[in-house]
Structures are given as structure tokens and as C-alpha cells.
């Protein structure tokens, strides 16, 4: 039996259609130990994410984290679920029709924009092959992470790649592979901090910014993953922006997991240290992740106040990531718009299919 899909031979010579897909980390469908050891036996499956020969970490896994973390995980997440779900999917299904509704508006209003999750639901094969079926045959995939780093942004373009060989008529693929230092990204950083300290204050010398970005292991680093070097890039760009001083600010990383050494400074300490050394303001931003998510509102916003008050520190403010803003769904619809040219417009690809000239194809409706 072939292991190539069948697929209809009457969509053969139809005209081309794009589908831009926002690709995201995924999360639990509830805050609950079940459902978070369904999400976590997935995610930390993947080689990707945790690099330890299977012989060595399966019996880790199954034996040991999946029947503790999962509860300790979800009491987590509790603090944080909306009405409407996991802040990381809510934030996602909103970029996405935001994104739709901007480039509809630039007149890509044959552009089909959806969504799709490296973990949980909706899966990257199921989204593709979903969209494949509705006629689109060229894909543009934009990883929601603005660092590339082996277990984000690969994971995710392996999941879409695996998915390619199963299909007979393949589309195209085009992949954002990260825009840790687009001019827009970097713009929409900086206006968000600006319109925090128009309503907090502005920074003294008895403050610091803290940006705090999602650790690797340190090995990635050593093995050549481009991750640790496109953090300090946005770091120091967005310094650039808002005219700090070296003294100013810290780039820091969050989220260890397991005994390796991860990236360094790591977040919680650095916290405790700056209010030992009387720094009695910070203002934390984490701009590795454009929507709000557990790693944001739980970790920094609850745990990493608690850390610099305890030690001593008297104000702490989380400054939320780029979520709706208006500047970021206009600066990701710019990527998106670069990553399209080249590719044929609508107009062009109806009137070969139609054999009509493209000014024809366009007076009849064609559109990108
Ligand atoms: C922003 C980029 C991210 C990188 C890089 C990243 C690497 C990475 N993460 C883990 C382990 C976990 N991460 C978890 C949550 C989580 N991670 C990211 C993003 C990156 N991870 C996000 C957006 C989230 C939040 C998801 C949500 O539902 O809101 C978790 C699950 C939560 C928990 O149990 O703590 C784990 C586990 C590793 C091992 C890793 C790199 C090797
Ligand atoms: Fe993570
Ligand atoms: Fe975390």
C-alpha cells in the first residue's frame, strides 16, 4: 500500500491559494492533572525539547514526571485560565483574526490566515491537511516565537515537513523562521514599555528593566543553536529603543527545567539579587512571548513578585506582552506581507489557470 494520500484529480490546474498559518507552543485543553499529562507526556516526548537518549529519559519520564508534575502544573495553571480558556490559545485565536482582518484590509482578501498548536489541538498535520483539502496549495508558517530556537520554531517546521511526505500533490512551504530584530517588533516592544511608565512613572536610579526571556539548556548553546544570541539581539535593540543605559537593564532567562544548566542569568535569582542590592523598582517584560501564557502571568507577574518583595524589593510590575496591540498585528502583518512576495498573485496564477491576461483575471473578481 502506498503510503502517499489520495487526492482529488479535479482540483489539478485550479488557480493557487495561500494560507497563512500562526503556529504556537499549544496547551492543556483544561486545568487539570489529566489534561496537563496528556500536554506534557506530548511536549516532553519530543526529542527536540528534551535531548536525552529515550533508553535514559522514558523510565525519567513515565516513571517519574508524569505522575508528579502534572497536578503541581495544573494548580498553576488555575491561577491563570480564563472564562474563554488558556490565555496562550485566547491570545492565539485572537492574533490570528486580528492578522486576518489587517491584511483582508490591505486587500489580501483571498488569503486564508489560520492557526495551529506543536502540542494539543489544533495539531500542525491536521490544520495543514484541513486547509490543503479546502484548495489551498502554498503555505506560509509563522512560528508565534520571535527567537528561533531548535524546540520551538524547528519542532514546528518538523511537524510540518513530516507532514509534507504523507501527501501525493505537495504544496508549497515557505517558513518565518524568526524576527527577533524586525524594526516593527522591536517598535511595538518599546511603545508598550512607554505607555507602562506614562502610567507608573518613569525609570530612576533605583531601577531596573528586566527582560526576561524563556531558557534553553546552556548545551544548545554550545551545539550551535542560534537562540541565546537572538535573545541578547532583541535585548539590545529594545535597549537601543528606549535610549537605556547598559546599567539600566537585564536580560535574564525563566522557566528551567529539570538539573542542566540552562541559560544564564537566570530570572528568579537575579530577581532576589537586584532587591539585596537596594534596587527598589523593576519592571519586568518578557519579549520572547507575544501573547500572555502560563510562563508569563504565573511565573513572572505571581511568582517572580512574591521573589523580589520577599527579598526586600518595593515595587514590581509585569508589563503585559504584545498580545492584541494594534502595532503588533500591523508589524505582523508587514512579516507575513515580505514573506508573500515572490509569490505570484492571485491575478496572475487565475489567469494562467483561466488563460486570460492578469488585467482580465483582476475585472473579474481575482484577487490575492
Ligand atoms: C518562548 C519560547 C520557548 C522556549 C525556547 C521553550 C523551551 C522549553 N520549554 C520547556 C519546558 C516547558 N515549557 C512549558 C511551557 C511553555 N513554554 C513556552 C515557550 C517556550 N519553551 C510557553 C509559551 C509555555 C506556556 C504554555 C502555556 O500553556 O501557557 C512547560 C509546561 C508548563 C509546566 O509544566 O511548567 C514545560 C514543561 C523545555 C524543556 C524547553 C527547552 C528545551
Ligand atoms: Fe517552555
Ligand atoms: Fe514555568
Not at 482540483?11 to 485543553?29: K, S
Not at 490565555?87 to 486587500?107: F, S, Y
Not at 537575579?270 to 507575544?290: K, S
Amino acid at each position: 500500500m502506498s503510503p502517499f494520500l489520495s487526492e482529488p484529480a479535479w482540483r489539478h490546474g485550479a488557480p493557487a491559494r495561500t494560507a497563512v498559518v500562526l503556529i504556537n507552543l499549544g496547551t492543556p485543553e483544561a486545568p487539570t492533572p489529566a489534561a496537563l499529562k496528556t500536554y506534557l507526556r506530548e511536549f516532553l516526548s519530543d526529542p527536540r525539547v528534551v535531548e536525552i537518549p529515550r533508553a535514559v529519559w522514558w523510565p525519567i519520564l513515565n516513571g517519574v514526571i508524569l505522575n508528579t508534575r502534572p497536578a503541581k502544573s495544573a494548580e498553576k495553571y488555575a491561577t491563570v485560565w480564563t472564562p474563554e480558556g488558556s490565555p496562550l490559545k485566547v491570545h492565539t485565536e485572537r492574533q490570528t483574526k486580528l492578522l486576518k482582518g489587517r491584511l483582508g484590509a490591505a486587500g489580501h482578501r483571498n488569503l486564508v490566515v489560520d492557526y495551529a498548536m506543536r502540542y494539543g489541538q489544533p495539531s500542525i498535520p491536521a490544520t495543514l491537511a484541513r486547509l490543503k483539502a479546502e484548495g489551498c496549495t502554498r503555505f506560509l508558517l509563522v512560528p508565534l516565537y520571535p527567537q528561533y530556537a531548535a524546540s520551538t520554531s524547528a519542532t514546528a517546521f518538523d511537524a510540518a515537513y513530516r507532514w509534507l511526505t504523507t501527501t501525493r500533490n505537495q504544496p508549497e512551504l515557505r517558513v518565518l523562521r524568526s524576527f527577533c530584530d524586525d524594526p516593527g517588533y522591536i517598535a511595538a516592544l518599546a511603545a508598550g514599555i512607554r505607555e507602562h511608565w506614562m502610567r507608573n512613572g518613569r525609570p530612576d536610579d533605583g531601577y531596573r528593566l528586566l527582560m526576561s526571556f524563556h531558557g534553553v539548556p546552556r548545551f544548545t548553546l554550545d551545539k550551535g543553536d542560534p537562540y541565546h544570541c537572538e535573545c541578547q539581539k532583541t535585548g539590545r535593540l529594545l535597549a537601543e529603543a528606549l535610549a537605556l543605559r547598559p546599567d539600566q537593564y537585564r536580560i535574564t532567562f525563566q522557566s528551567r527545567f529539570g538539573r542542566a544548566e540552562w541559560l544564564q542569568p537566570y530570572t528568579a535569582p537575579t530577581l532576589q539579587a537586584l532587591a539585596r542590592e537596594g534596587v527598589r523598582r523593576v519592571d519586568v517584560i518578557c519579549p520572547g512571548f507575544v501573547g500572555d501564557c502560563l510562563e508569563t502571568l504565573e511565573e513572572i507577574a505571581i511568582e517572580g513578585k512574591s521573589d523580589f518583595l520577599a527579598a526586600g524589593g518595593k515595587e514590581y510590575h509585569y508589563i503585559p506582552a504584545l498580545n492584541e496591540r494594534d502595532d503588533w498585528i500591523a508589524a505582523l502583518a508587514a512579516l507575513v506581507e515580505a514573506q508573500l512576495g515572490g509569490w505570484p498573485t492571485r491575478e496572475a496564477a487565475d489567469a494562467t489557470a483561466l488563460g486570460l491576461s492578469a488585467t482580465r483575471a483582476k475585472a473579474l473578481g481575482a484577487t490575492v
